[in-house]
């Protein structure tokens, strides 16, 4: 059992690097989708297993969700904006991918040294796919600040959505499921938000490159 | 009655998107703001007698203490005083077609989804829950900061919806540690249960705690303005409508500080002192103050420069709970209640100076006074006390701070503190003087006198809050702060 | 001390197994272009006649390109003893380790761009440029990957390797070998001259890389080159098939039978291994040379993660 966990959180963190270095937006979204699915199949596993021993089955409901809205609903949406948008091709990264790759492997290591400190420490037994799934939150941060586009931001939110949720799986068997309920809704909402303004952002600037947005300072 | 606090914001938002008429829009507006302000009211009277006010029918879902019940007053009353401020402000706006009938109904449903989604935040138990709320907040007020849809306000709706999110997910992986560094002591129904952390927080896991209050720091710390990750702060505050600007600066700002001092609680009570909690608190608040200083000094829109002593006044709000002693705990609390109020007026009366005016520049304000005797008033005397005048509340709070930094022997701490305060200083009087002396601009399009008559009133009510505090402290007050001040420093 | 039995049965079996992985890879290609292909030996019958015809060397030459094919051919030879093709034999090798097979490639690779600079054609020039470009770029994953390999096995000696591999039950499913197999498997095509980054199979001057530097050889030298690129080749795939598909643990007799049962459990996987590399090899194209930084930099993520879940797992 633990080797599937092993390889799957290798998995998304894998996918979080492909993400990373590729160059178009059907890419990006297409590369989320998949890291969602692993995602959900990691909450499938955790669910089931969870379901047979202690007979709770809120995992697996949230293993329902993430399919319904990471897989299926989210990447529709974006694929939706993106074609809202007009299309143009732009250089949508400021370095070159191999430097952006190396930079991201810096991250691993970075939370590797981070996380693995804590045990040594107290004794305490903390579980070392967190170092994986810390490090897609890192990696979905410097996607963030590596890309342009708006679109892009936006998948570097989910993708760091996607991080902290893995997160919560390992090192805690989830969040209460209340909590995980709202932070899907708060989650839903923010990407249409970001949608709509995509939308309205490449009415009023002509572009959805942010590096437009840089009236207001001071 | 604390259920009221939850139920009458939404029953406003559903009223809103029902009624068609705009009279009786402003009307539900400011009948939902009085009712949650005397349920605020009843439920800070339960909270004197009993301490903690909980119902059974949640579970230990609701919860409200006196540190909970100081900001809900804040938010609560402010929520009310906008409320009638923006009668005034959007008929204003309506007068000049600024905007459509449409946009006033969006306005009054998506404050009150914000109305709730801070009431929510400050009367849970569960730290979850409470990160949600939060993270509802910034999504509640994304279409508000972009309300005017020119390109400004999209580039400022942009970045603040971007960064807070970005910024309070780093929140969560936080609030992810400690229910890690609980597991073993608190049982999986009551997980993130802030009083059953707090009780049992000897037990829990002190490094991993440690690492969770980090990323906790950094991500509220992102939502209350704190330098380095501030940016967005002025943006927003500047482009949004003035009444949400004084909600954002007043109440916000404050919601996202009450969460990092819950936790803040937890891990000094674990760590059995403040020593790293308070390094890195002092280490963002003396940045914040000083990044702060830096802008004011050469600021030239003067909703940006209240923005940047909201960032300022945040900085010194969390040195406060850095220091952590009993006295800068409740010079903290103090600061955090005169700050709201006296920031909220100075935005209000913005709002009506950028509605006469028609623009952001200092440098085209001229001759203030004449043009609106008490907005002008209120801007002027709102300035003098945000830079630390006597006699006015500011004052009280930062010579409580002043003196908790000296007893606490940080001297050098103090000096640097008090040099950028008079940094702050003279940054905001050039600023008046600017603004409050000279004629008016001859132009015939702008017409002398107050228009916006609620919005006059309410700068008065503000006027005498921020006066009256200056010089007299009711019991009340004292003994919620007091009480507050307990149960944060422990025992 | 040398095992003398480990050095003859190696040199006979690398030497002859060689241009088979060719001819599989070559007729798996055909075949699934629906073509017949040439015979699987057909290496070997073009080595035989190679070796007979007699050698045309240039005038404008220095002595380097006289002796590079001896250097290339032993370099590879000797680096391939590194690899035993079974473990059944003891072949403890005190003299050297996986790093020190890397680089005498490396030392090989190094007089074949000579060689190519040497003869002072345009091609040669074109083709020891991009060799030294793409091997450049692909070292650093080729050390990262062996040394994660020698981390879980506490050593850098391939036959301490392959014995450690055996007690590991089912590696392909662990993460810290599942990747770094992937990442060696790109590291053997890009390493070996195969399709995404280079194709064996045209003279096409534009794109050929390892094809361009023995352009000027002829007869014997020839042969040499060829013979040291497939026992080259050979060497990865052994690497592959040993460390991350062991199967000596399976056999339970000893002496003479178990060395020639281990032997031909080796041949089948050599051709698993070689279909694999035709498949991957059918499936895509070949790549850009300014494209491939991107494939040696998914060969480095592969096996920098495999070698920071050493770590992370620690299992």
């Not at chain 3, 000027?216 to 080259?232: C, F, N, P, T, V």
Request: with cysteine; charged share 10%; proline share 3%.
């Amino acid at each position: 059992m633990e080797f599937f966990f092993d390889l799957l959180s290798v998995l998304v963190l894998l996918s979080s690097f492909v993400l990373v270095s590729n160059k178009k937006i059907t890419a990006y979204i297409k590369t989320f989708q998949i890291q969602s699915a692993l995602i959900a199949l990691i909450a499938g596993i955790m669910g089931w297993s969870i379901a047979v021993n202690e007979d709770k089955y809120d995992i697996l409901i949230i293993c329902v969700i993430i399919i319904a809205l990471k897989v299926i609903f989210i990447p529709h949406l974006l694929y939706k904006t993106y074609g809202n948008i007009e299309y143009r091709v732009e250089k949508d990264f400021f370095m070159n991918i191999p430097i952006i790759v190396l930079i991201c492997c810096g991250l691993v290591v970075f939370s590797y040294f981070s996380v693995s400190n804590i045990g040594s420490l107290t004794g305490f037994h903390i579980n070392h796919q967190v170092v994986n799934s810390l490090s897609v939150v890192l990696i979905g941060f410097f996607f963030m600040i590596s890309r342009k586009k708006a679109i892009g931001q936006i998948i570097g939110y989910l993708v760091i959505e996607n991080g902290i949720f893995v997160t919560a799986m390992f090192s805690t068997n989830g969040m209460p499921f209340i909590v995980d309920i709202g932070i899907f809704i708060d989650m839903i909402t923010a990407v249409m938000i970001m949608g709509i303004m995509v939308t309205r952002i490449n009415k009023k600037f002509e572009s959805i490159n942010i590096d437009k947005l840089s009236k207001l300072k001071g | 009655m604390g259920l009221v606090l939850w139920i009458a914001p939404i029953i406003a938002v559903m009223l809103s998107r029902v009624v068609n008429n705009i009279k009786s829009l402003h009307i539900i507006s400011i009948c939902t703001s009085f009712i949650m302000l005397l349920a605020a009211g009843i439920t800070t009277k339960s909270v004197m007698l009993y301490e903690t006010l909980t119902y059974k029918i949640f579970g230990d879902a609701f919860f409200i203490d006196a540190v909970s019940i100081i900001v809900l007053d804040i938010v609560i009353i402010i929520g009310f005083l906008v409320s009638i401020y923006s009668v005034g402000y959007l008929n204003e706006k309506l007068r000049h077609n600024l905007i459509k009938y449409k946009k006033i109904k969006f306005y009054y449903s998506m404050m009150y989804i914000f109305m709730f989604s801070m009431v929510l935040a400050l009367t849970v138990n569960n730290i979850g829950i409470m990160w949600v709320a939060i993270e509802a907040t910034t999504l509640a007020t994304a279409f508000l900061v972009g309300f005017n849809n020119d390109e400004n306000a999209l580039e400022a709706a942009w970045k603040y919806v971007i960064i807070c999110s970005v910024g309070i997910a780093m929140a969560l992986v936080g609030i992810i540690f400690l229910h890690l560094a609980s597991i073993n002591v608190v049982s999986n129904e009551n997980a993130l249960q802030w009083n059953l952390l707090y009780d049992n927080a000897k037990d829990l896991n002190g490094s991993v705690l440690r690492l969770s209050f980090i990323f906790i720091l950094i991500g509220f710390g992102t939502k209350a303005g704190l330098a380095p990750m501030h940016t967005w702060l002025p943006d927003a505050h500047s482009q949004a409508p003035s009444p949400i600007s004084a909600l954002l600066s007043g109440a916000l700002l404050n919601s996202a500080m009450y969460a990092t001092i819950r936790i803040l609680a937890i891990v000094n009570k674990n760590l059995n002192d403040s020593a790293f909690t308070g390094r890195l608190m002092i280490a963002f608040g003396i940045l914040s103050i000083a990044a702060a200083a830096v802008f004011i000094m050469t600021q030239k829109d003067y909703k940006r420069l209240l923005a940047y002593s909201s960032i300022e006044h945040m900085g010194i709000i969390t040195l406060a709970f850095g220091i952590f002693t009993p006295l800068s705990i409740f010079a903290g609390f103090l600061h955090m209640i005169n700050h709201s109020f006296t920031k909220t007026m100075l935005f209000l009366a913005s709002g009506n100076i950028l509605q006469k005016y028609n623009t952001r520049r200092i440098s085209k304000v001229r001759g203030l006074l004449k043009m609106l005797p008490i907005s002008g008033a209120a801007f002027l005397i709102g300035l003098l006390a945000i830079s630390g005048t006597p006699p006015f509340s500011i004052f009280v709070s930062e010579i409580n701070m002043f003196l908790s930094i000296f007893s606490a022997k940080y001297y050098v701490l103090g000096g640097v503190f008090i040099l950028l305060l008079a940094f702050i200083f003279v940054g905001i009087v050039i600023t008046l003087f600017k603004v409050f002396f000279g004629e008016p601009a001859i132009d015939s399009n702008i017409r002398r006198g107050e228009t916006n008559k609620p919005g006059a009133a309410v700068l008065i009510v503000l006027l005498i809050i921020i006066s009256v505090t200056g010089l007299y402290m009711p019991k009340l007050l004292k003994n919620l702060i007091t009480s507050a001040q307990m149960i944060i420093i422990g025992g | 001390m040398v095992n003398v039995e480990y050095l003859i049965v190696q040199i006979i079996v690398v030497i002859m197994a060689a241009p088979l992985v060719n001819g599989i890879i070559k007729k798996t290609k055909a075949l699934s272009q629906k073509r017949k292909g040439a015979p699987v030996l057909q290496l070997y019958y073009d080595l035989f006649k190679l070796f007979k015809k007699s050698t045309v060397v240039s005038d404008t030459t220095s002595w380097i390109f006289k002796a590079a094919p001896y250097i290339v051919f032993t370099a590879s030879l000797v680096a391939s003893l590194l690899v035993p093709v079974t473990t059944m034999i003891d072949s403890v090798w005190y003299a050297g380790d996986l790093i020190l097979m890397v680089y005498l490639f490396a030392l090989g690779r190094f007089f074949m761009m000579l060689a190519g600079l040497d003869a002072a054609s345009t091609f040669g020039g074109m083709g020891s440029s991009r060799e030294a470009m793409i091997s450049s770029l692909i070292e650093p994953s080729i050390l990262v990957t062996l040394m994660t390999v020698g981390l879980t096995a506490k050593s850098t000696s391939s036959y301490q390797i392959m014995e450690f591999m055996k007690g590991v039950d089912a590696p392909l499913i662990r993460p810290v070998y599942l990747l770094t197999f992937i990442a060696l498997l790109i590291i053997t095509i890009a390493e070996t001259a195969r399709i995404p980054v280079d194709d064996p199979s045209t003279h096409l001057e534009l794109t050929m890389v390892h094809e361009a530097m023995l352009l000027e050889y002829s007869g014997r030298s020839l042969a040499l080159m060829e013979l040291g690129a497939s026992i080259k080749q050979l060497t990865f795939i052994t690497l592959l098939a040993n460390i991350f598909i062991p199967h000596d643990q399976f056999i339970f007799i000893s002496g003479a039978g178990a060395v020639l049962i281990s032997i031909l459990i080796y041949l089948i996987k050599v051709i698993f291994v070689s279909i694999l590399i035709a498949v991957a090899e059918v499936s895509t194209v070949k790549l850009r040379l300014f494209s491939i930084p991107n494939l040696a930099a998914l060969a480095f993520i592969l096996s920098f993660i495999g070698f920071m879940q050493h770590f992370v797992l620690g299992r």
